[in-house]
């Protein structure tokens, strides 16, 4: 069963305006990240956070991340409309040399031009 | 740099047909290798992933099978398709005991009629 979950499941908003997503999870993991794809294609890798790290910068991308309520958050700044795509959180857990990833249901997002 | 290959891009078949979906990588030695399926709208299912030649760990009971026979090539079989395996099926790969970020393939959309 897929232990991370997204919410919004679609959100639509207006270019410059920022994006907020969360995600949730019910279990221990070694990092979380966050992955985008747009329709038809294969996943993107975005960010990265390491359990014991709280926040994290890449670009206009934010990752926040609370173990204590097994949550994270993802926010894009300046949305732009090629931002539109699905967004997905994945939990990572190191299984001897195995990463596996558990992936949300995503959100949708649609940055309106 | 890698580069990761997924073919087909599509394929329709019919009930009771057998599937033969084949991923390659190029560009790194002894990969993780993994196969989801992602249903329309929906995130992805881990279907199987594979730490080295010949070791294929199933995540969940159906009638695929996978199998690893080289190094960088990873194949997902079955010998009779049902209606309920239409889907996305999409090839990843990590660095083996890395932090588990993980690369996709372009994706193959299956439809079963």
């Known amino acids: 069963s897929q232990q991370g979950e997204e919410d919004p499941q679609a959100l639509s908003i207006q270019e410059g305006e920022n994006a907020t997503m969360n995600c949730s999870y019910k279990t221990s993991i070694n990092n979380l990240q966050w992955y985008r794809q747009n329709s038809g294609r294969g996943l993107v890798h975005l960010i990265l956070?390491?359990?014991?790290?709280r926040e994290k910068h890449s670009g206009r991308l934010r990752v926040t991340l609370d173990t204590s309520k097994k949550s994270s958050s993802l926010l894009i700044t300046a949305s732009r409309a090629a931002d539109t795509a699905s967004y997905f959180c994945?939990?990572?857990?190191?299984?001897?040399?195995?990463?596996?990833?558990?992936f949300g249901s995503g959100t949708q997002l649609t940055v309106l031009p | 740099s890698q580069t990761i290959h997924q073919w087909p891009a599509t394929l329709v078949q019919p009930v009771g047909s057998p599937l033969s979906l084949e991923c390659t990588v190029e560009?790194?030695?002894?990969?993780?290798l993994y196969w989801y399926r992602q249903a329309a709208g929906r995130g992805l299912q881990l279907l199987f992933y594979?730490?080295?030649?010949?070791?294929i760990s199933s995540e969940v009971p159906q009638n695929l099978s996978a199998s690893r026979p080289q190094d960088r090539q990873f194949i997902l079989s079955s010998k009779k398709l049902l209606l309920s395996d239409s889907g996305f099926y999409l090839c990843?790969?990590?660095?083996?005991?890395?932090?588990?970020?993980?690369?996709f393939g372009p994706g193959t959309r299956l439809t079963v009629l």
């Open positions: 994945a939990r990572v857990l190191f299984s001897g040399s195995a990463r596996q990833l558990t």
């Open positions: 560009g790194t030695s002894n990969p993780n």
């Open positions: 956070i390491r359990s014991n790290e």
């Open positions: 594979s730490v080295g030649i010949g070791q």
């Open positions: 990843a790969w990590s660095v083996l005991a890395g932090v588990g970020e993980q690369f």
